[in-house]
């Protein structure tokens, strides 16, 4: 399980499956032990938050910041409408577990 949140923790997110091909090397070696950053399908996140703590910034170079309304933090970069660029912590496996979200993106 792969999971991650704002700063302020008013946003939770999770990727259930991260493929090792989508994880680059480089990526992975300049992490830490547990914390990176991933391009997965946008349909493989799952968010956890009110509707309304979630916002959309439409940047010049065509990408889309989703970022919590309340913290500031970036959650997800929509880089195409299937791909997004997410930061997450792998925190285990956990069969049993169901996702919580209020919605799915």
């Not at 493989?44 to 979630?54: H, K, R, V, Y």
């Given at each position: 399980?792969?999971r991650g949140s704002?700063?302020?923790?008013?946003?939770?997110?999770?990727?259930?499956h991260?493929?090792e091909?989508?994880a680059?090397?480089?990526?992975?070696?300049?992490?830490?032990?547990?914390?990176?950053?991933?391009?997965?399908?946008?349909?493989?996140?799952?968010?956890?938050?009110?509707?309304?703590?979630?916002?959309?910034?439409?940047?010049?170079?065509?990408?889309?910041?989703?970022?919590?309304?309340?913290?500031?933090?970036?959650?997800?970069?929509?880089?195409?409408?299937?791909?997004?660029?997410?930061?997450?912590?792998?925190?285990?496996?956990?069969?049993?577990?169901?996702?919580?979200?209020?919605?799915?993106?």
């Amino acid at each position: 399980m792969y999971r991650g949140s704002c700063n302020c923790q008013a946003i939770q997110y999770e990727v259930d499956h991260i493929d090792e091909r989508d994880a680059d090397n480089e990526t992975l070696s300049l992490a830490d032990t547990r914390t990176f950053r991933v391009t997965v399908s946008k349909e493989q996140l799952l968010i956890d938050c009110a509707p309304s703590a979630l916002a959309t910034l439409h940047e010049a170079n065509g990408e889309t910041h989703h970022v919590c309304n309340l913290c500031g933090s970036v959650i997800y970069v929509e880089r195409s409408p299937h791909s997004v660029v997410v930061e997450v912590t792998y925190s285990g496996h956990d069969i049993l577990s169901e996702p919580h979200c209020q919605f799915v993106i």
